[in-house]
């Protein structure tokens, strides 16, 4: 029985989805107490920032190790570590009660999410054949959606309820509890277990010098154009949403905590609805490119209409902008459609890191910057340190812009390339 044609390949893939679902709603969690933390342990908003930003510094500076590592010893077992990590990072900050143990949380939380999904990708890559690969890729972001969307309204009022250690702690267990059923679906069931392979006849090539490799990748003209693509659409949106978002619709438009969790559930609609449709119009368009390109403009625009309007559009349009946003980072499944597209099986787990490096790299930078703008702006209304504070994602978006652009399109070539397991 070969592994892409099996039954076991779904119970493989909902596992995995599930267990990304779940990580996801960590990363933003936090910002729903961002102000609750400044209050109750006097943490500044550049300590805010900062906390926000430690996790996906972690999370981005181990995209291309954790890719090195996968594509030489596979990605299961990094992929249960990671899941296992990013559980007891979780229970961590539940307990903590102070700004140090709280970032040392977030780092192993981030630490362990980075092992998620270029081994997510690579997971994919060996269970499913190309063909059914962009669009599980859009499934997969529409999973990671749901995972931002728990992190909204039903996070938001759980919290309301019964305070913020309870949610968080709850989180720490699921999280484990995950690691042990991917152990067992990934890597004790599949011993049992007897696999063809499609390449086992055929002659292994030598594996490549690691820093040959990385220096031939990272003078990809396409390399580079993932990286910038994921820069711009997912970093804005991520680092935003999971640091200021909450704050932002409380300081400037006085809403609750509620209201502001539901603004933001906006945008993750946007993002469920964008990962799967934005795959299925590229597979009828035949092209990445041109879909993706599009996609990065009317994010980039998105974000100026924040400057244009002070920093306070109106609520109706404000909405809309969410949504929009929300589209374009569920869109962001096609970067790693590019890279699949464009590599061979065997470099898919670093370039597939190093493209969502740039993602996280961005989101890293946003929050830490952003707080610096508002404590900048800290005795002026809200809305000015807001309004200059949009400058970043502005900027951040058109390098998104500039990523999209300098893709080559390939739709024929490596088709024959990553059929090969």
């Known amino acids: 029985m070969e592994k892409q044609n099996s039954k076991y390949r779904w119970v493989v893939f909902v596992s995995v989805l599930l267990t990304y679902l779940l990580i996801v709603s960590q990363r933003t969690a936090p910002g729903l107490i961002s102000d609750q933390l400044m209050k109750d342990f006097n943490i500044t908003a550049s300590t805010i920032g900062l906390l926000a930003s430690i996790q996906f510094f972690a999370y981005a500076g181990l995209q291309i190790p954790v890719g090195i590592l996968s594509d030489r010893f596979g990605p299961n077992f990094f992929l249960v570590i990671g899941t296992l ?6 229970l961590i900050y539940s307990t903590a009660s102070h700004e140090a143990v709280f970032l040392f949380a977030r780092l192993l939380v981030g630490t362990g999410d980075a092992a998620i999904w270029v081994n997510l990708v690579l997971i994919l890559s060996q269970w499913f054949k190309v063909r059914e690969f962009v669009g599980l890729l859009g499934i997969a972001g529409m999973a990671g959606s749901f995972g931002f969307l728990l ?4 996070l938001s009022a759980w919290i309301t309820i019964s305070g913020w250690r309870a949610p968080f702690f709850t989180s720490g267990i699921l999280l484990l509890l995950c690691s042990l059923l991917l152990y067992i679906v990934l890597i004790q069931k599949p011993k049992k277990m007897t696999w063809k392979s499609t390449a086992s006849n055929k002659p292994k090539k030598p594996r490549e010098n690691t820093l040959i490799l990385l220096r031939r990748i990272f003078t990809t003209r396409q390399a580079w154009a993932a990286f910038f693509c994921h820069f711009g659409a997912v970093g804005t949106y991520v680092g935003f949403i999971g640091s200021w978002a909450v704050p932002y619709g409380m300081h400037v438009y006085g809403l609750s905590r509620s209201d502001s969790s539901q603004l933001i559930m906006i945008g993750l609609i946007g993002a469920i609805i964008g990962a799967p449709l934005t795959s ?5 368009l035949d092209s990445i490119k041109r879909l ?6 009317i994010v980039a625009l998105s974000w100026v209409s924040f400057l244009i309007m002070n920093g306070k559009p109106p ?3 404000l909405t809309i902008i969410f949504f929009i946003i929300g589209y374009g980072n569920g869109a962001s499944a096609l970067t790693f459609a590019i890279v699949r597209k464009s590599f061979d099986i065997k470099e898919v787990g670093v370039v597939s890191g190093f493209a969502n490096m740039g993602g996280f790299l961005s989101a890293v930078l946003l929050p830490s910057i952003f707080g610096k703008v508002l404590d900048h702006f800290h005795a002026s209304p809200s809305s000015v340190g807001y309004h200059y504070g949009f400058m970043i994602p502005v900027l951040f978006s058109l390098l998104g812009l500039f990523g999209g652009l300098i893709i080559v399109e390939q739709r024929k070539k490596v088709v024959h390339q990553t059929q090969v397991n």
Do not use: F
């Not at 992190?151 to 039903?154: L, Y």
């Open 85 to 90: 990590l990013a559980g007891i990072g979780t």
């Open 151 to 154: 992190a909204t309204v039903p």
């Open 280 to 284: 299925w119009i590229s597979s009828r």
């Open 292 to 297: 993706y390109v599009v996609v990065h403009c």
């Open 315 to 317: 609520i109706l349009m």
